[in-house]
């Protein structure tokens, strides 16, 4: 069998290929057939080919190119500003102000779109021109926004939920209601630190917003109508049990595409556009879950989950304590990976584990998309500080790494409280699927 | 780096790809209306006409194989570039093209593999194993296509690397074959945004 030595190299190779510029999902594949040629032999890897094809034919991760679709139709063609503009009606007056529109209008969005990149992009432009001529810290505006669109993965829909889902053979409708909470918490956990903060130092945010007249918020108030309306159809019929996840996206795609149609903004042109966005993403997102699935397979012929859950036991870790490891390991990990390759490259290892540590796949998957949130605001790899400068187009990402800050501080928080109350994970999927 | 130039492989393969994608796209929009009328059939009639999963599955098959290509050729596949950005220039060909080689052999292998299974396929005319009764050769063939495409863009790709940095134009090699930045992405995301309609930008 493998010993836990060989298990840390074959790590450390993995890594280290993936840094020198690999291909993430090339260097899975290279790894699996390193592993089968060198432990068993390589003729263990003679029905990839059908491997393949059962990975991608596949009803489940349809639900991706579906929601990556419905999220790109509703960028395109939507109107973010709309949204903007009626939340700050509401939220422009807390103490903070406009900072808890960026935070509201991205959990808003996050409800429609899986992807936190993409509601960075769109809440950053919508954002920024409107706080820049206002007198608030650049660095709070940045790190709101940066931090905030990672809500984006959290709140269902979450392409990172599905992706977790088929890999683990976990129900996505049951991750979809496990998302909810922690995602309204962490949202209010975002709020509250804005709060607190420009209390404490009221110089942060001295602008506040001028109260627009009732009438003009109540008309505003109906933008906010087909943005709440399509995420009801969603997922209100993954929790009724009326629709899989990837049916109730493809509904979500009509209602987005008569949504745009009542815009004006539905064109073939904008269609095509996102089609191929949406091919492109899909593609890049599932040759790694291939490489990902073929380096599971070959993982668990070695023998890999089996020696690593025996080291664990050998050395009497607990699960509180083997979750702790955890995280210092993706938080770790996410500094230097792209999330999506931190995730999908650490399942075929962690997740065995964590089942025979007996930890809940649903709380684990949730646990895990927080990690990934973590990483999309780490520097120097995370993705969202770059699309946030990039949209700000001056200044130094300094401004935006330490806007981050408080707002990371929450996101530990979070995993604390989930740590602690597990229930906050696992209630609402345990109430609208029956215990697990 | 000096001015951006069109690599030749490309200049011939994005069209293609480009076009492989769109009707794959267009087939996912199959799949939604197919799905969508599935939904009012078995609500309203309580009727359900079967398989619309199982196509949806052959899409999905197809959809994301193909798109290996188009991915491919618009430079999107996941790569890190944090320790790369730091190396000497030279350095940096040598990683970018083992990189093209790499996925190139990892693409050909895939080929091999995948070609099996249609062979197989053919070999007993397996059909699926649902009231459809499809005959598998026809999604898996338009598969193997897919990864086809792929595997000859990615040979393609890497063979032009290796040219390149064997003749010396290693500067061109990195312009061509260097990871995705992250700068490349953000830029991406923002041309996106930018392309929506003018008329929606109007606040009130």
């Known amino acids: 069998m493998i010993t836990l030595t060989q298990i840390t190299l074959g790590f450390g190779l993995m890594?280290?290929?993936?840094?020198?510029?690999?291909?993430?999902?090339?260097?899975?594949?290279?790894?699996?057939?390193?592993?089968?040629?060198?432990?068993?032999?390589?003729?263990?890897?003679?029905?990839?080919?059908?491997?393949?094809?059962?990975?991608?034919?596949?009803?489940?991760?349809?639900?991706i190119p579906m929601f990556v679709l419905l999220g790109e139709l509703l960028v395109r063609g939507g109107s973010t500003d709309k949204i903007?503009?009626?939340?700050?009606?509401?939220?422009?007056?807390?103490?903070?102000?406009?900072?808890h529109t960026n935070i509201g209008a991205s959990a808003m969005f996050a409800a429609v779109s899986g992807s936190s990149v993409a509601t960075a992009a769109t809440i950053g432009r919508v954002a920024l021109p409107a706080l820049k001529t206002r007198n608030y810290s650049p660095q709070l505006v940045l790190g709101s926004i940066a931090a905030g669109a990672t809500l984006g993965i959290l709140i269902p829909p979450s392409i990172n939920m599905i992706i977790y889902g088929a890999m683990t053979n976990t129900s996505v409708g049951r991750l979809y209601a496990a998302g909810v909470l922690p995602g309204i918490l962490l949202t209010v956990l975002f709020m509250t630190v804005i709060v607190v903060m420009c209390r404490i130092w009221p110089q942060l945010a001295t602008d506040r917003v001028a109260h627009a007249p009732w009438s003009v918020r109540l008309k505003r108030l109906v933008d906010l109508l087909p943005m709440i309306a399509?995420?009801?159809?969603?997922?209100?019929?993954?929790?009724?049990?009326?629709?899989?996840?990837?049916?109730?996206?493809?509904?979500?795609?009509?209602?987005?595409?008569?949504?745009?149609?009542s815009y004006r903004t539905l064109t073939l042109k904008l269609v095509n556009e996102c089609l191929l966005a949406t091919v492109q993403i899909t593609a890049l997102i599932v040759l790694i879950v291939t490489g990902a699935a073929c380096l599971n397979y070959v993982l668990g012929i070695l023998g890999v989950p089996q020696a690593l859950a025996g080291f664990l036991s050998d050395i009497g870790a607990t699960q509180l304590q083997f979750i702790l490891m955890l995280l210092v390991f993706y938080i770790i990990l996410g500094c230097f990976l792209e999330t999506l390759a931190m995730m999908i490259g650490t399942i075929p290892v962690v997740f065995p584990i964590v089942v025979a540590m007996g930890i809940d796949p649903?709380?684990?998957?949730?646990?895990?998309?927080?990690?990934?949130?973590?990483?999309?605001?780490?520097?120097?790899?995370?993705?969202?500080?770059?699309?946030?400068?990039?949209?700000?187009?001056?200044?130094?990402?300094?401004?935006?790494m330490v806007g981050t800050i408080p707002f990371l501080l929450m996101m530990i928080l979070l995993v604390a409280l989930i740590i602690v109350m597990p229930d906050i994970v696992l209630w609402l999927p345990n109430w609208s699927f029956g215990p697990g | 780096m000096g001015?951006?130039?069109?690599?030749?492989?490309?200049?011939?393969?994005?069209?293609?790809?480009?076009?492989?994608?769109?009707?794959?796209?267009?087939?996912?929009m199959a799949v939604v209306a197919l799905i969508c009328i599935e939904i009012v059939a078995r609500k309203l009639f309580n009727s359900s006409f079967q398989g619309v999963d199982e196509i949806g599955g052959y899409v999905m098959a197809v959809l994301s194989c193909t798109g290996f290509a188009y991915a491919l050729v618009t430079n999107s596949h996941v790569r890190v570039d944090l320790l790369i950005a730091r190396l000497p220039r030279s350095a940096q060909a040598i990683a970018n093209i083992l990189a093209m080689v790499i996925l190139a052999g990892i693409a050909v292998f895939i080929v091999m593999r995948g070609t099996v299974v249609l062979q197989e396929t053919l070999?007993?005319?397996?059909?699926?194993?649902?009231?459809?009764?499809?005959?598998?050769?026809?999604?898996?063939?338009?598969?193997?296509?897919?990864l086809v495409l792929f595997m000859l863009?990615?040979?393609?790709?890497?063979?032009?690397?290796?040219?390149?940095?064997?003749?010396?134009?290693?500067?061109?090699?990195?312009?061509?074959?260097?990871?995705?930045?992250?700068?490349?992405?953000?830029?991406?995301?923002i041309a996106a945004l930018e392309s929506r309609d003018p008329q929606s930008e109007t606040t009130p």
């Not at chain 1, 080919?49 to 991760?61: E, K, S």
């Not at chain 1, 009326?242 to 008569?258: I, N, R």
């Not at chain 2, 490309?10 to 996912?28: D, F, K, V, Y």
């Not at chain 2, 070999?123 to 897919?146: D, R």
């Open chain 1, 15 to 63: 890594l280290l290929l993936m840094l020198v510029g690999l291909h993430v999902g090339a260097v899975m594949f290279l790894l699996s057939i390193l592993g089968a040629s060198i432990f068993i032999s390589p003729a263990i890897l003679a029905s990839l080919g059908n491997q393949i094809w059962a990975d991608t034919d596949n009803f489940v991760l349809l639900a």
């Open chain 1, 84 to 99: 903007y503009n009626s939340l700050s009606d509401w939220l422009g007056s807390l103490t903070g102000g406009l900072l």
């Open chain 1, 230 to 261: 399509i995420f009801a159809i969603v997922m209100g019929s993954i929790y009724l049990g009326w629709a899989t996840p990837t049916e109730a996206a493809a509904v979500g795609v009509v209602c987005a595409l008569l949504l745009l149609l």
């Open chain 1, 362 to 400: 649903v709380w684990f998957g949730i646990f895990l998309v927080i990690m990934c949130e973590v990483s999309l605001i780490t520097p120097p790899t995370g993705m969202n500080l770059y699309v946030v400068q990039g949209v700000r187009g001056e200044g130094s990402i300094m401004d935006v």
């Open chain 2, 3 to 28: 001015k951006e130039q069109i690599n030749p492989v490309t200049r011939i393969a994005q069209p293609i790809a480009r076009w492989a994608a769109l009707l794959c796209g267009w087939a996912l």
């Open chain 2, 123 to 146: 070999e007993f005319g397996s059909v699926s194993t649902s009231p459809l009764q499809t005959p598998l050769w026809i999604p898996q063939s338009l598969w193997l296509a897919g």
């Open chain 2, 153 to 189: 863009v990615a040979v393609a790709y890497a063979a032009h690397g290796l040219f390149l940095t064997l003749t010396g134009k290693t500067s061109v090699a990195n312009t061509h074959y260097g990871p995705p930045s992250l700068l490349d992405e953000v830029e991406q995301e």
